[in-house]
C-alpha cells in the first residue's frame, strides 16, 4: 500500500516538474509547451464536441427542410390537382366555345334566319328503333314541331314535339325517320331512311339506278324536295353498295353524326312553304 | 538517510558543485547533489529517496539550471529508481554501490537527454558522453565514499 502511494506520489511530482519545464519552453505561435500540449490534448475533444455538435445541428435542419418540403410537396400535389381539372374545365369550355362559335357563324353567315342553339340535355332512345334528343329549348323560344336540328352543318333530325321549355328531336338514327337527298356530285335524288335495324345505326337509300355514278365515300346532301328539311345539310357518306336487284342499287349510308355525341344542336325552322298554283291563284 | 544529516549533506554538495562551476571546465566533473540523491536511495526506501531526489534536484536548478525542475525530475526519478532496485539487490557493498551510481549517472545523462528531445531544447546545457562518463565515474567513487561514511555514521540506516 506504501508503495503504491509513494508510486503515486512520484506519478504526480513527475506531472508536476513536467508541466513546468513544459510551462517553461517556448512554442512559436502557441505560448509554450504546456499550452501547447494542452491544446493538442484538448483540441481533439473539442473537435469532437464541434463536429457532434455541428453533425446534431446539421441533422435537426435536414430534418426541419425535409418535413419543409413533404409540406410544401403535399401542397403542390393538391395545387396540381387543382390546375389539372382547371385545365380540364377549361379544355372543355374551350371545346365547347368552338362548336358555339361554329354554330354562331353558321347563323351570322345567313344561312339560317331564326336559329337558335339548344343544348342537348338528355338521350330519350329507348333502343334502336327509337332515336330521340331532348333539347333545352321550346315554345317559349318559339320552336315548335317541324323544326330542323342541324350540327356543324350536318341533318340530325327533326323536332317531333315541342314543349313549352324543350323540345323533342327524332333523329335521322330513328328507322321512322326519312329525309329527301341528294347525291352531291351526281345530283340525283333519293329517299334516305333512318337506320335502327339490328344494333347497326346505318340509314339505307333504297332504289337508286345502277347506272348512277357513285362510289363508296360520296357525300350525299338534303336535297329539300321534300318540304320539311332545308336543302344543303350534309347527311351522310356512302358506307357501302348492295341490294338484291339488278337495277337498283340499296346503299347503306353512315351518318354525318352520331347522336350519343351530341351537346349543341342548332335549331333552325323548317323551310318557308312553296305556295301551290291553286294557293298563288286564291291569293290573286 | 537521517533528516540531520541532509541539512549537512545537500548544502555541502550545493557548495561543492558551485566551487566545481567556479572552476570552468571542472564544472562537470561530478554532480554531487546528484550523489547525496542516490546515496540515500541505496538504503531501500523510497520515498524518502524520491524527496531527497527532488529536493536535490530543485537546488541544483534553482542555482545552476536554465530549466527549472528538469534536475529535479531526473534526480528523483533516479533516486526512486535506485530505491526501488535496492528492494531486490543488494547495495552493502562498494562495488555494487559504485556500480549503482556510475549507472545511475549515466542514466542521468539519458533523461537529460530524453528531455531536451521531448520539449525541442537546444542541446548545449547537456555535456558529452565523453564527460558525461567521466563524470559517472567520478560520482561512483564520490557515492561509494560518502556512502561509507555516512554508514560508519549510522546515517544510513
Redesign the interface.
Known amino acids: 500500500m506504501?508503495?503504491r502511494r509513494?508510486a503515486l506520489?512520484?506519478a504526480v511530482?513527475?506531472m508536476f516538474?513536467?508541466a513546468?519545464?513544459?510551462w517553461?519552453?517556448p512554442v512559436e505561435g502557441q505560448g509554450n509547451?504546456l499550452l501547447s500540449a494542452g491544446r493538442a490534448v484538448v483540441s481533439p475533444v473539442v473537435d469532437g464536441v464541434i463536429g457532434a455538435v455541428d453533425l446534431v445541428r446539421r441533422g435537426w435542419t435536414g430534418y426541419v427542410a425535409l418535413v419543409g418540403v413533404r409540406r410544401e410537396r403535399d401542397e403542390l400535389r393538391a395545387r396540381l390537382e387543382r390546375l389539372e381539372t382547371d385545365v380540364a374545365l377549361c379544355d372543355e369550355v374551350r371545346r365547347e366555345n368552338d362548336r358555339l362559335r361554329e354554330m354562331l357563324d353558321l347563323v351570322r353567315s345567313g344561312a339560317f334566319e331564326r336559329a337558335l342553339v339548344a343544348r342537348v340535355v338528355a338521350d330519350l332512345s329507348s333502343g334502336p328503333r327509337n332515336r330521340m334528343l331532348l333539347v333545352d329549348r321550346g315554345r317559349r323560344d318559339g320552336v315548335e314541331r317541324g323544326w330542323v336540328a342541324v350540327h356543324r352543318g350536318a341533318l340530325v333530325g327533326l323536332v317531333v314535339r315541342a314543349g313549352r321549355r324543350s323540345a323533342e328531336v327524332m333523329t335521322l338514327e330513328d328507322p321512322d325517320a326519312a329525309v329527301a337527298v341528294r347525291h352531291r356530285e351526281g345530283r340525283y335524288v333519293g329517299v334516305l331512311h333512318g337506320g335502327g335495324r339490328g344494333a347497326a345505326v346505318v340509314a339505307r337509300l333504297d332504289y337508286v339506278p345502277r347506272d348512277r355514278p357513285v362510289v363508296v365515300g360520296d357525300t350525299l346532301v338534303t336535297s329539300g324536295l321534300d318540304g320539311v328539311y332545308p336543302p344543303g345539310l350534309v347527311v351522310g357518306r356512302v358506307r357501302a353498295l348492295g341490294g338484291d336487284s339488278p337495277l337498283t342499287w340499296t346503299i347503306r349510308v353512315d351518318l354525318a353524326f352520331t347522336g350519343s355525341t351530341l351537346e349543341e344542336v342548332l335549331l333552325v325552322p323548317p323551310p318557308a312553304p312553296v305556295p301551290r298554283p291553286d294557293d298563288a291563284e286564291d291569293g290573286r | 538517510m537521517r533528516t540531520r544529516a541532509l541539512l549537512v549533506l545537500l548544502p555541502g554538495a550545493l557548495a561543492l558543485e558551485a566551487l566545481l562551476r567556479l572552476g570552468g571546465p571542472l564544472a562537470h566533473l561530478a554532480d554531487p547533489l546528484l550523489v547525496v540523491a542516490l546515496v540515500t536511495a541505496l538504503p531501500g526506501r523510497a520515498r524518502p529517496a524520491l524527496l531527497v531526489g527532488l529536493v536535490a534536484g530543485l537546488l541544483d536548478d534553482a542555482a545552476f539550471g536554465k530549466w527549472f525542475g528538469c534536475h529535479a525530475l531526473v534526480d528523483m526519478t533516479l533516486a526512486y529508481l535506485l530505491a526501488l532496485l535496492a528492494g531486490f539487490v543488494d547495495l552493502g557493498q562498494a562495488l555494487p554501490r559504485a556500480i549503482a551510481i556510475f549507472t545511475g549517472s549515466l542514466a542521468a545523462w539519458g533523461l537529460e537527454l530524453g528531455l531536451v528531445a521531448l520539449f525541442d531544447l537546444p542541446p548545449g546545457p547537456v555535456p558529452g558522453l565523453g564527460t558525461w562518463v567521466t563524470m559517472a565515474a567520478v560520482n561512483a567513487v564520490l557515492g561509494v565514499l560518502l556512502a561509507g561514511w555516512a554508514a560508519r555514521r549510522g546515517w544510513l540506516d
Open positions: 506504501d508503495e509513494t506520489l512520484y511530482l513527475a516538474l513536467l513546468v519545464l513544459a517553461q519552453v509547451a
